[in-house]
């Protein structure tokens, strides 16, 4: 399976990545040069074989939803690149009208 | 011997006969980080003030005659993936550069409970991603054995810290291999535990399936000391495992007789440097001398681990780095014309060349018509993997491989080749897939530089790995020599 060019511009795009035209050629490359490597595993049989998702058996956790104390506003905020009224501000995402 | 030469266990004793202080100890650490960190670069951030503060209340302690834990008054290197409240920690990434976190990693409480020294945030790859150290987004960590060779990766800067007497103990991640390869280049210990024996909570995720956090030390009693601190189950990670913690110091016996070693043949064939497959086989020897059983045996799904982890680690990641938006914390672009190209330019810009690499791979493999193929293949080829462990482990106690093919290699050699990178990586992989824990102690030189001696053990059974590896390094004296700065 290759990569073409169309294909990684719409992963980039999935991935929320901006990449230079150089850039692109580069992972187109090397992309490739991964998944070739990966061929090697087709050639083993897993129509039976289950899939392990955790290498260690495990259950879901539950505990009691009781209250309890969170961080401080001030806190979470204090890394946020633009803050604003003690919220996250961000460019605008709602058309006006 | 300066006091930063020695272990954790011989300070202690000290501290407790109020031959040093704390203090003294802590001054010797920084003494050392001024005098070679220029050369090693192994700590991003160093935190003197908060060590100097520890240390106070340490001797404070001991001079009302109270009694200090095994590893109180300790100086300690911490792996910057950890989450260190009030103290910057980057992840070597220009995207978390100005990142404080407003809590600890459940690890980092726990060292701070313990009374343990924090000296500073160690180097690594950016997100972990890497095997030599030159991903950092800062600068590359390089080997104190010889200046000119990677520490080794992802926690090369913990290693070398170890290795170059900059810290006594330290803590690192590994994923793939990212604290034993490293450990293995230093010739230091390092050991990563049962996937779900300490908790993630504050690791900063790579792949979340396959990180676990440990130990990077000097010796192996430093490294069962460190693990008494560090393991257990923690309710804010609901991947730790609820069993009880042993006392892993009484794991600290000098007894292989009757053990069981299988050594899988495939981690001696192509890529493995003839010095290193003698070095560990001479290794086998010894513990045969000691009483111990050894037969080669077959794994024959090892050969996979590395494509599969080349789907399933990234596909992993490119969940988890999701997160990194511009928004909550770290780096913003300056473009902010609309949040879709607010979110692909700041991500453009925070992340270095490999995390992209491994995002584009990971949501190329999950994305719509090839998560079968890619995802979904290569977790049931993980299945393979892990039925070769089950296997083995009906005959055998513990296996032993090589941690690394090689020794450490020469900075830049590797950069623009990310398989050959991933070489250094191909006899640790597996044992992450398989979530089992795996010890790297030194067992030889090669033209100078440290080989590194893989013991693998059943889930859970760390005990039988450290009894191992303390067997092998009371009877030699590898871990005893000293890189010459």
Redo the contacts between chains.
């Keep these: ?1 290759r ?1 073409s060019r169309e ?2 511009e719409h ?9 230079s035209e150089e ?1 692109k050629e580069r ?1 187109m490359h ?2 490739n ?2 998944l070739e ?2 061929e ?3 050639r ?1 049989d ?1 129509e039976n ?8 058996p ?1 259950t879901n ?1 539950l ?1 009691e939803d009781v209250v309890r104390p969170s ?1 401080p506003r001030e ?2 905020l ?5 803050a604003a009224e003690g919220c ?1 501000r ?4 709602v058309e006006e009208g | 011997m300066k006091l930063n030469e020695l272990t954790a266990h011989e300070l202690h004793d000290l501290l407790v006969n109020k031959a040093i202080s704390c203090r003294e100890l802590t001054e010797a650490v920084f003494t050392r980080v001024e005098a070679v960190e220029e050369q090693v670069k192994a700590y991003l951030t160093l935190t003197r003030d908060v060590a100097m503060q520890q240390a106070a209340a340490v001797d404070e302690k001991l001079a009302r005659g109270e009694a200090i834990g095994a590893l109180e008054g300790i100086p300690v290197a911490i792996k910057d993936v950890l989450c260190t409240q009030g103290i910057r920690t980057t992840c070597a990434s220009k995207i978390l550069y100005n990142f404080i976190p407003p809590y600890d990693a459940t690890v980092v409480q726990k060292m701070r409970a313990a009374g343990m020294v924090f000296i500073g945030k160690a180097n690594m790859d950016e997100f972990a991603m890497g095997s030599s150290t030159e991903n950092s987004a800062f600068f590359p960590t390089r080997n104190p054995w010889d200046l000119t060779t990677v520490p080794g990766g992802s926690s090369g800067g913990s290693a070398a810290a170890v290795a170059a007497d900059e810290c006594i103990v330290a803590l690192g991640s590994d994923t793939g291999g990212s604290i034993r390869q490293p450990a293995s280049f230093c010739g230091i210990v390092g050991l990563k535990p049962t996937y779900g024996r300490v908790s993630r909570y504050g690791l900063i995720a790579f792949a979340s399936s396959l990180d676990q956090i440990g130990p990077m030390t000097k010796d192996v009693t430093d490294c069962a000391l460190l693990m008494n601190i560090i393991a257990g189950h923690d309710p804010l990670d609901s991947t730790s495992l609820p069993q009880p913690v042993p006392d892993y110091t009484n794991s600290l016996v000098p007894d292989v007789k009757g053990l069981r070693i299988g050594v899988p043949k495939e981690y001696f064939a192509q890529g493995v440097e003839p010095a290193v497959a003698e070095a560990v086989r001479a290794a086998i020897d010894k513990l045969c001398e000691l009483g111990a059983t050894a037969e080669e045996t077959s794994t024959p799904y090892a050969e996979y681990g590395l494509p599969t982890y080349y789907i399933i680690a990234p596909s992993e990641a490119s969940s988890n780095l999701a997160r990194y938006d511009g928004v909550q914390y770290g780096y913003r672009a300056a473009d902010e014309s609309d949040v879709i190209t607010m979110l692909r330019k700041t991500r453009a810009e925070g992340f270095g060349h490999e995390v992209k690499h491994r995002i584009m791979i990971g949501t190329y493999a999950l994305s719509s018509g090839y998560y079968d193929a890619y995802y979904l293949k290569a977790s049931k080829v993980r299945t393979l993997i892990k039925q070769d462990f089950d296997r083995a482990f009906e005959k055998y106690d513990v296996l032993i491989t090589p941690t690394s093919p090689t020794v450490a290699f020469k900075l830049g050699e590797r950069t623009d080749d990310p398989l050959a990178m991933k070489l250094a990586d191909v006899c640790t992989i597996p044992v992450n897939m398989a979530g089992l824990p795996g010890i790297s102690i030194p067992c030889g030189f090669d033209k100078g530089l440290p080989i590194g001696l893989q013991i693998i053990g059943k889930a859970l059974d760390e005990e039988t790995l450290l009894r191992v590896a303390y067997t092998y390094e009371q009877a030699t004296e590898w871990h005893k020599q000293k890189p010459r700065l």
């Design positions: 399976m990569l294909q990684v992963v980039a795009l999935l991935a929320r990545l901006e990449l850039e992972y090397e992309l040069q991964i490597h990966f090697a595993l087709q083993l897993t074989v289950p899939p392990t998702s955790h290498a260690i495990m956790v505990r961080l806190a979470v204090q890394n946020a690149p633009d996250f961000v460019p605008r995402v």
